[in-house]
């Protein structure tokens, strides 16, 4: 059974910066596609950033220049570096992954099938 977890979320000061980390267990082949996304309170699950086939990154138009999807598939880790955070940066981040393999990483949180519990970030002005 695929299990993810995040680690590393946390409140900073506007201008900040924060690592997420998600370890994966339970599979033997690799996801197609691992993301993030976020939620803020009253607002929509929406991506951050995704990356295909351990190569191919996308990020969401908010937050390009700032944050950085990485992956260490001898660790089962994925990772996201957020820098120059925002007070609109405040969400609960979630980790994501699926093992279905399209031309692309999905856009929406409905074509993802495993998910972390999530981790706080709060940024404050």
């Known amino acids: 059974q695929v299990q993810l977890v995040e680690s590393g979320g946390g409140s900073v000061q506007a201008g900040g910066s924060l690592r997420l980390s998600c370890a994966a267990a339970?599979?033997?082949?690799?996801?197609?596609?691992m993301g993030w996304f976020r939620q803020a309170p009253g607002k929509e699950r929406e991506g951050v950033a995704t990356i295909y086939r351990d190569a191919i990154t996308t990020y969401t138009d908010s937050v390009k220049g700032r944050f950085t999807i990485s992956k260490d598939n001898a660790k089962g880790s994925l990772y996201l570096q957020m820098d120059n955070l925002k007070p609109e940066d405040t969400a609960t981040y979630y980790c994501?992954?699926?093992?279905?393999?399209?031309?692309?990483?999905?856009?929406?949180?409905?074509?993802?099938?495993?998910w972390g519990q999530g981790t706080q970030v709060t940024v404050s002005s």
């Open positions: 994501t992954a699926t093992w279905i393999w399209l031309a692309s990483c999905p856009t929406s949180p409905t074509a993802f099938d495993h």
């Open positions: 339970g599979y033997t082949a690799g996801p197609a596609c």
